[in-house]
């Protein structure tokens, strides 16, 4: 299964680029100021050949220049033919005009006249470098002038730049090739070198940490670390947590004996006990916390729901991690790199780890999928279930994103994780595939139907085999139990112990169990009880004057399958039959809108209005 965060570099190999690049950008360096400099003496020493070449020819040219053009060109003959790497010479009247030059210098000719033409102009000689089409030249241009110091002609002294271009193009290869082999070896003395010095003790100290941590080990460091205070303070620390840990099996063994409620105290008492050191994953569709912006900043808003309600005290309770959709439009300027965030505010107890969708695959894997074909489905409510094979695709790929990040929050430790609810169905399977050591359970919330009906699902058996990769289901009633085992019995070759209410599927075990689900002890909330609650119920009565009148009070969500219309039906009812009890009796409906992007809650919601 791909990750979605890019993977690191092993710190050994990190350290060796980072050696090696700043050696290889200081050889790089150093390469090219030397070939820079043997190239400008390379040039120096085709200035030197040219003026001597100027000072032999000049007395001879000068001569030569009292003659009329054609008897000074014939003068000058074969003189000014060139050999490798000089490619001729030119001679001019002072007023530009060419006499004689050599005969490889025919296509050079309008770049030779500029070069003449600025040589006039200039008190100096005038030297430069071209680069042709097909080649480089250099040219040494000087003025001939008589013993006043008047212009008789120009001579122009042409070489050829080849040789030298050559020469530093091979300097520069074999800079790369003995640059690139001497890197390759230093980055390879460098990694061997912290992988032995630093790296494999380090991964050795933290495997023993984890060892340590998790109970599986009572030894001391075996390796010595890289730093010698590190391995006095390992010991010290292994030697507290020894300590701590044995001083929490005290503490749990006397919380349990001292709680017989389920309060938070016995609660944190009995997952450190049964979790022995292994991280709580807890993942679900719905978040305990999401942020909405208002007012251009984010607030904390809490999402109604049973789930929420009962598993948020647990993971108070765990310090686990909670891995869920983030659905809040201000949820990602909450998160960190990790997309994680320490929650509750004002007690931070766990970490939220957010999933995000887009507004696309939420619809089809969560309105769509799940709350317009699994709902209604398992409810059994006279309501058609819709299913969608676009919807399914949605449905798998999201359950795959939130199997992914499961695996990135375990990482290589040992973890129970527990799938909540029908949106994540597939989950336990997709997590077994990767990591078979990990405990996984699957609760069921809503009710498991029987197998006739759950047959109408196009993806049953999907489904199932997702389901079934759970180490442990659960549902609310021993009913959804039954009904559960007779649909694996119907629609797979699974194997099944009825007297033990266990699946062996696909070469995993799996238990069936009812869970009837709780929530958190009323002490615990710090709702009042005995004297305080009678008192407040007095002055509320007072406060809305409510005597003598009898108050029903229901919290709901506004769904199809909670009978709200039939609730105010029946009130309606049981005032028309029994009328002395109208001006005495009241009900009082909270209704928490919910998913309204399905057209069957918008139309429930417009019935009750």
């Not at 060796?16 to 950008?25: A, D, K, N, P, Q």
């Not at 003449?116 to 680069?131: F, G, M, R, S, T």
């Not at 990591?435 to 699902?457: K, Q, S």
């Amino acid at each position: 299964m791909s990750s979605e965060t890019s993977p690191r570099l092993p710190n050994a190999l990190r350290m060796g680029l980072l050696v090696t690049g700043l050696m290889g950008l200081l050889m790089g360096a150093l390469a090219w100021f030397q070939v820079e400099r043997e190239r400008t003496t390379d040039l120096d020493e085709l200035d030197r050949r040219a003026y001597v070449l100027v000072h032999q020819m000049a007395y001879s040219i000068q001569a030569i220049l009292k003659l009329p053009d054609k008897e000074a060109a014939a003068a000058l003959g074969s003189t000014l033919e060139g050999y490798r790497p000089l490619i001729g010479l030119a001679v001019y009247r002072p007023d530009g005009r060419l006499i004689a030059e050599g005969p490889d210098l025919a296509e050079f000719s309008s770049e030779l006249k500029q070069t003449v033409i600025q040589a006039i102009k200039e008190p100096k000689d005038v030297v430069k470098v071209l680069k042709m089409p097909t080649t480089q030249i250099h040219i040494v241009t000087s003025v001939i002038r008589t013993a006043e110091g008047q212009p008789e002609g120009v001579l122009a002294v042409v070489h050829d730049l080849t040789d030298v271009v050559e020469r530093a193009r091979n300097r520069r290869q074999q800079f790369a090739l003995w640059g690139s082999v001497i890197i390759l070896l230093l980055l390879t003395v460098v990694v061997a070198g912290a992988w032995l010095l630093y790296d494999r003790p380090l991964n050795r100290m933290a495997e023993w940490m984890r060892q340590l941590r998790t109970g599986e080990t009572d030894e001391l460091l075996p390796v010595d670390p890289p730093v010698a205070r590190l391995a006095t303070e390992s010991d010290r620390l292994a030697a507290t947590l020894r300590a701590k840990q044995a001083a929490t099996q005290k503490q749990v063994q006397q919380a349990k004996s001292a709680h017989p409620i389920w309060s938070r105290n016995r609660w944190r008492a009995h997952l450190s006990d049964c979790l022995r050191g292994s991280h709580l994953l807890l993942v679900s569709h719905r978040e305990p916390y999401l942020h909405e912006l208002q007012d251009g900043q984010p607030r904390l808003v809490t999402p109604a729901g049973g789930l929420v309600a009962a598993l948020d005290p647990i993971m108070r309770a765990s310090n686990g991690v909670w891995i869920a959709h983030g659905a809040g439009n201000a949820d990602r300027r909450t998160v960190d790199a990790r997309d994680r965030l320490m929650v509750p505010p004002d007690d931070p107890s766990y970490i939220l780890r957010r999933v995000w969708l887009t507004r696309e695959e939420e619809h089809g894997y969560y309105h769509g999928f799940a709350n317009e074909g699994l709902w209604p489905l398992c409810h059994r409510v006279y309501e058609r279930p819709v299913f969608r094979p676009h919807n399914w695709e949605y449905y798998a790929r999201i359950n795959r994103r939130f199997a992914e990040a499961v695996l990135q929050e375990a990482g290589s430790d040992p973890a129970v994780v527990l799938v909540h609810d029908y949106q994540l169905a597939l989950v336990p399977r997709l997590i077994k595939e990767v990591r078979p050591d990990l405990r996984v359970g699957l609760f069921w919330y809503i009710p498991w139907p029987d197998a006739e009906t759950f047959c109408i699902c196009p993806w049953r058996n999907e489904l199932l085999s997702g389901m079934l990769g759970a180490d442990l289901i659960g549902f609310h009633l021993q009913q959804y139990c039954n009904h559960f085992m007779e649909t694996v019995d119907r629609l797979t070759d699974a194997r099944l112990d009825w007297d033990h209410f266990s699946i062996d599927a696909q070469g995993h075990h799996s238990q069936v169990r009812p869970f009837p689900i709780g929530v958190e002890n009323k002490m615990d909330q710090s709702i009042p009880t005995g004297v305080i609650l009678a008192q407040r119920l007095a002055d509320l009565r007072d406060r809305h004057s409510l005597e003598n009148l009898r108050v029903a009070v229901g919290v709901d969500r506004i769904d199809y399958i909670k009978g709200l219309p039939e609730r105010f039906n029946a009130v309606a009812r049981f005032l028309e039959r029994y009328p002395q009890h109208r001006g005495r009796f009241t009900l009082v409906q909270l209704g928490v809108p919910s998913r309204m992007h399905i057209r069957r809650y918008r139309d429930h919601l417009n019935e009750l209005e």
